[in-house]
């Protein structure tokens, strides 16, 4: 499924942005017009996206040749060549904001995860991205994630049950919630992991009691109470820390024991990493 929505997305974006032609080149380049670009670095970070870069030029014109210099997850400073494409100069300007838009994006939010995996140096916690993604790009921000060394949550509704408060409350509290999911996951077959949102102790108390689920988020806790809920949990679940918790204070929850802590900004909250295409003399 995912290669099939990556197909998607790229079809879209190509759609979106020539739509009848590029009339820019068209208008003063000759068709028959051979060239070379450069991908150059303009700003220290990790780079993320030369996979998609590479799908983007092919299905913008298969002739394009690439060769890149620099592979994906690796760390990058300003003045680096990432790679040099040549072809048709109608296709690399065509594909020239395609791939930039990608590239700059997925390499903001891998460089911003790699900051929160270093806070996180000497502890067992590892960084966990959200569903807070953008639309039709979020198979693309989570592997942004990956590669900055972060873990991917669930990729959507389908592949990990999470019961929020929203569930919660709709359902009738956390006892009926996971016993309906119990029941669903038999009557349908389904092999999924489920996790529950604990908003204060007695929501705690009771999911522990309830039992029979994967992980526990523990949502909006302070330090302090975060402590004393790992301790109490003492190994039975997973846990996980949620709910505005900053790069400064990341380090706090980590040394408090829990095993994952998910943060949304990073890939709602990024600033993407200068990169440009240049033409080559």
């Known amino acids: 499924m995912i290669n099939e929505l990556i197909d998607q997305f790229i079809d879209i974006v190509i759609r979106e942005d020539i739509g009848d032609g590029d009339h820019s080149s068209r208008s003063c380049i000759p068709e028959s017009a051979e ?5 150059l670095v303009k700003e220290d970070g990790i780079l993320a996206g030369v996979e998609i870069a590479k799908k983007i030029f092919a299905k913008i014109d298969a002739a394009i040749k690439l060769d890149v210099l620099i592979e994906d997850g690796t760390a990058v400073s300003v003045g680096d060549i990432v790679m040099n494409v040549s072809g048709r100069v109608w296709s690399l300007l065509q ?4 791939v930039l838009n ?7 939010i891998a460089t911003r995860t790699a900051e929160y995996v270093a806070r996180l140096e000497g502890t067992n916690t590892r960084v966990l991205d959200t569903r807070k993604t953008t639309p039709a790009m979020r198979y693309l921000e989570k ?3 990956r590669l900055g060394g972060g873990v991917n949550h669930r990729m959507g509704l389908y592949d990990m049950v999470m019961l929020k408060d929203n569930h919660i409350d709709f359902a009738g509290g956390i006892e009926k919630a996971v016993k309906q999911v119990q029941d669903y996951l038999k009557a349908n077959d389904k092999d999924l992991k489920i996790e529950v949102e604990v908003r204060d102790w007695t929501e705690l108390e ?3 009691r309830v039992g029979g689920i994967h992980r526990i988020m523990l949502d909006n806790f302070s330090v302090e109470e975060t402590r004393k809920a790992v301790k109490f949990i003492d190994g039975r679940y997973e846990t996980e820390s949620s709910g505005g918790i900053t790069i400064d204070t990341l380090r706090g929850y980590a040394e408090c024991g829990v095993d994952y802590i998910s943060v949304g900004a990073l890939t709602h909250h990024i600033k993407s990493l200068d990169l440009s295409l240049k033409a080559m003399d």
Not at 35 to 39: A, D, I, P, R
Not at 102 to 108: A, D, F, I, K, N
């Open 35 to 39: 060239g070379k670009m450069y991908l």
């Open 95 to 98: 594909a020239e904001r395609l």
């Open 102 to 108: 990608v590239m700059q994006r997925m390499s903001g």
């Open 143 to 145: 592997e942004a994630v």
């Open 206 to 208: 009771e999911v522990i």
